[in-house]
């Protein structure tokens, strides 16, 4: 019964180029939650999708990033012409909804260089 | 800004010693949850209170929630090596549709 998964685990990228960051949720759970931690910080709320909804992104920057969950296949974090200021570790989340607990994957650590 | 806020920012104890982590939050919440990060990796959730309650307990942990103060606590008792992590509290703001508001955490370090 796997957990979330994010992949990758680890991802570099020139300023520019574009990120893609991939999360599976656990099985069952059609609740999915993407959040940025930077060093020392807690976690800061980006985006909540249910299956091809984006129910509220109000922690999103206006520009350049973007999220989907479509009806099959993972959810993806998209960030477009990244800057040295996106280097973070991006946490997915998912839940079965309601007040149920966040189930959270390893994230996946993005360096812009 | 910040809807929950742990306190102390870091605390180190000697193993088989109680520690004790707050919260405060600003609005009113349907529920609090507490949350522990090991280094590298995902947070795990540990607790999930109610507003409607006043403590709760789970094996070595104990948690309170006075919602006239808006502030939580998290006691871990006899604590072990393996307790080394970061802590944070996550609100609900009441409306269901957000994700959780998360703290900066509090740094645990159990010395051996």
């Known amino acids: 019964n796997a957990g979330v998964m994010q992949n990758p685990r680890h991802l570099v990228r020139r300023r520019g180029q574009e990120a893609r960051l991939r999360c599976s949720p656990m099985?069952?759970?059609?609740?999915v939650y993407w959040y940025r931690q930077l060093p020392e910080e807690g976690l800061k709320f980006m985006v909540y999708?249910?299956?091809?909804?984006?129910?509220?992104e109000s922690g999103m920057p206006k520009e350049r990033f973007s999220a989907e969950f479509p009806k099959e296949g993972p959810s993806i974090l998209r960030i477009q012409q990244v800057v040295r200021g996106d280097s973070a570790a991006y946490f997915c989340?998912?839940?079965?909804?309601?007040?149920?607990?966040?189930?959270f994957g390893n994230g996946t650590r993005l360096t812009v260089t | 800004s910040q809807q929950g806020e742990e306190d102390p920012q870091a605390l180190s104890i000697q193993e088989g010693e109680n520690a004790t982590m707050n919260c405060s939050y600003k609005?009113?919440?349907?529920?609090l949850q507490w949350y522990r990060q090991n280094s590298g990796r995902g947070l795990v959730h540990l607790i999930l209170?109610?507003?409607?309650?006043r403590e709760k307990h789970s094996g070595r942990l104990r948690v309170t929630l006075d919602t006239s103060k808006k502030s939580s606590s998290l006691l871990i008792t006899a604590s072990r090596a393996a307790d080394t992590a970061s802590y944070f509290c996550?609100?609900?703001?009441?409306?269901?549709?957000?994700?959780?508001?998360f703290g900066k955490g509090t740094h645990l370090i159990i010395q051996p």
């Open positions: 996550a609100t609900d703001s009441g409306g269901g549709a957000d994700g959780l508001t």
């Open positions: 099985k069952g759970h059609s609740h």
């Open positions: 209170i109610r507003s409607n309650e």
């Open positions: 609005t009113s919440i349907n529920n």
């Open positions: 989340a998912s839940s079965q909804g309601g007040n149920s607990p966040l189930h």
């Open positions: 999708l249910q299956k091809e909804n984006i129910i509220d």
